[in-house]
């Protein structure tokens, strides 16, 4: 028994010794103490001759320690091995080539690719270990020998990445096309990669490329994959037309497909202000549909497409529409979208308030589940805050936040309770709502809140009578309710009353936006030059100086200008909530790649 528990005992105190110099062989490894970790790994090597890990931290060492002849040497002997892994011989080769001895170098680079004959399975240790080593050219050979031996391999993510590096960028491209038609790895994992090589300007000479194979490929094999490649190429460039075209073929030759991706590029065109474009897709989606609500979303994106333009002839005409569709639709539980923009229509563009929450209420009085009353009881409080009938407002909105606490949807009506309050001139209750939010799950929200609450908590500690905040809040209300020019007005009277007050440069935001909406937008300028030369270490230094870089960048073509004042939010505004955007927009301008 005592022989017994001293044979474990002595087994347990060599695995424990074997442990040790593991892991003293890695660590002074790592910390580049060759000279004390080669000992280590020549014992662990001389106990476990088959632990390639051993052998090659073994060789790592004697080439960091440049004893070049001890690494040839114990690699000659492995090769000798039977079954001896062909990796070997690429450290070999490089162990020569690292001496400069290119000759001998090549001839074991090209015995490790031969060792793929055998059994092309070794392509893709013998390639990546090529590649350890940047040895690009051999990494091909011997990943493109595997896939002609056995065409189940796929190297091909391998060789795109390879080629990349190259900067072969055309059989990059191709390789990983490759992957996407033959589905042996995930498309938007493919398409990320490819990212990184493409920008929006359809010159760029890798959009050229990218574009020229995905026609090729397209006549070579016909597959709807190129249609739908070419159409991901087009909305990158923000050629939203060529993608239409795309698209419609994909529709037309898939019977079983959806109109969810047209509808995706109708919004995307809508959202870049191609509206022509958009426009176009909206009505072959119009014309196409089977399903009723599909229709009749489009019909109303082609509503809100036709009142950009606001003339009385314009409105008369939309009315007509709506008046069609609620013949047709009527009051439904899955129609509620025409409802509410019905509704919206009347109050924000025809100033008839009074019909448009007539048929809001109507619209409550349809069975409908906790989240279609609190669509419909959001867009009533609205109306009903545009009509001033605050109190009523606020009933709906607080019925919303108590049935949806913690959704995105109630986060959203305690907002409004915060703003209609607001309005009001209730202004501690809007701050009590307002400190809540600013932890929102949307970010949105969250950043609405935190200027809505520093606007209100900063403007009433000087004032205390909070005058100049009263009259703030009046003209938000007149902007609210389309009244534009009676709230610039109203907000002249602020800056021209309360100079040098907190409340300055919040005017001066707020007007400039209601300047652009009004297109004039040399006024729109002044406000924020304004802003940015005298309150530039104030909260709203960051929204002036962005909205101003693409004022200067959209409407007077100044990319100069504009990429200087991007600049300006990167280094000095790191917090904002606009630097991502700023960064994205001011590599644009300077020529980068930009995804």
């Known amino acids: 028994m005592r022989l017994v528990l001293l044979l474990i005992s002595g087994f347990f105190l060599s695995l424990t010794a074997f442990a040790q110099d593991d892991f003293l062989a890695k660590q002074y490894f790592d910390d580049g103490e060759f000279t004390k970790a080669v000992g280590f790994y020549e014992k662990l090597v001389e106990r476990n001759p088959r632990r390639t890990d051993y052998a090659e931290g073994l060789i790592g060492c004697y080439q960091q320690l440049e004893r070049y002849g001890d690494a040839e040497a114990f690699l000659l002997k492995k090769i ?116 990184d090589f493409i920008s929006e300007d359809p010159s760029n000479p890798n959009n050229g490329i990218l574009k020229r194979a995905l026609l090729q490929n397209a006549q070579k094999n016909p597959d709807v994959v190129w249609n739908e490649l070419l159409s991901w190429l087009f909305v990158k460039q923000k050629q939203f037309k060529s993608a239409f075209l795309q698209e419609k073929a994909i529709y037309k030759r898939n019977e079983a497909s959806s109109l969810d991706r047209l509808n995706t590029l109708g919004n995307l065109a809508n959202e870049n202000n191609d509206v022509t474009t958009a426009a176009e897709i909206f009505g072959f989606i119009e014309e196409n549909a089977v399903d009723e609500v599909t229709k009749l979303n489009a019909q109303l994106n082609l509503i809100d497409i036709q009142l950009l333009q606001t003339d009385g ?136 809140a935190m200027q809505l609450s520093l606007l209100i908590s900063d403007n009433s500690l000087e004032d205390s009578t909070q005058t100049a905040l009263k009259k703030y ?61 005298f309150f530039s270490s104030d909260i709203l230094a960051d929204d002036a100086h962005f909205a101003l870089a693409e004022l200067l960048e959209q409407q007077f073509n100044e990319p100069e200008k504009a990429k200087k004042l991007y600049e300006k939010i990167i280094y000095n505004y790191q917090d904002s909530y606009y630097f991502p955007q700023a960064r994205k927009n001011f590599r644009r301008l300077r020529g980068d790649l930009v995804n």
């Open 80 to 195: 000798e091995d039977k079954y001896a892994f062909p990796i070997f011989y690429v450290e070999l080769g490089y162990n020569y080539k690292l001496q400069n001895q290119e000759e001998e170098a090549q001839r074991y680079f090209q015995q490790a690719v031969a060792k793929i004959e055998e059994n092309p399975n070794f392509g893709y240790g013998i390639g990546n270990r090529f590649q350890k080593y940047a040895l690009l050219s051999e990494a091909i050979a011997a990943y493109t020998k595997a896939m002609e031996l056995n065409p189940d391999l796929n190297y091909n993510y391998q060789l795109a990445r390879i080629y990349g590096e190259q900067g072969n960028i055309a059989q990059m491209y191709q390789a990983y096309l490759q992957l996407i038609y033959e589905g042996k790895a995930s498309r938007n994992n493919v398409l990320r990669n490819i990212d």
């Open 313 to 448: 002839k314009t409105l008369d005409a939309v009315q007509k529409r709506f008046d069609r569709l609620m013949a047709n639709y009527g009051y439904q539980n899955r129609t509620l979208q025409l409802q509410i923009a019905y509704s919206n229509f009347l109050a924000f563009k025809r100033n008839e308030a009074e019909p448009a929450i007539a048929m809001l209420k109507k619209s409550l009085e349809q069975p409908l589940g906790k989240y279609g009353q609190a669509y419909i009881k959001l867009a009533l409080g609205d109306i009903l805050v545009f009509d001033q009938r605050f109190n009523e407002a606020l009933i709906y909105f607080s019925q919303i936040q108590k049935s949806l606490k913690n959704d995105v949807l109630g986060q959203e009506a305690r907002f409004k309770v915060a703003q209609t309050s607001f309005y009001k001139g209730d202004f501690d209750w809007a701050l009590t709502q307002l400190k809540v939010l600013r932890a929102s799950t949307s970010q949105l929200i969250a950043n609405d």
């Open 473 to 533: 809040a009046r003209a938000d209300l007149l902007a609210y309710q389309n009244k534009t020019g009676e709230a610039i007005l109203a907000l002249e009277d602020i800056l021209q009353n309360h100079k040098g007050e907190k409340i300055e440069d919040e005017a001066l935001l707020k007007q400039a936006a209601l300047h652009v909406s009004q297109n004039n937008y040399e006024a729109a300028k002044f406000n924020y030059q304004k802003i940015i030369e």
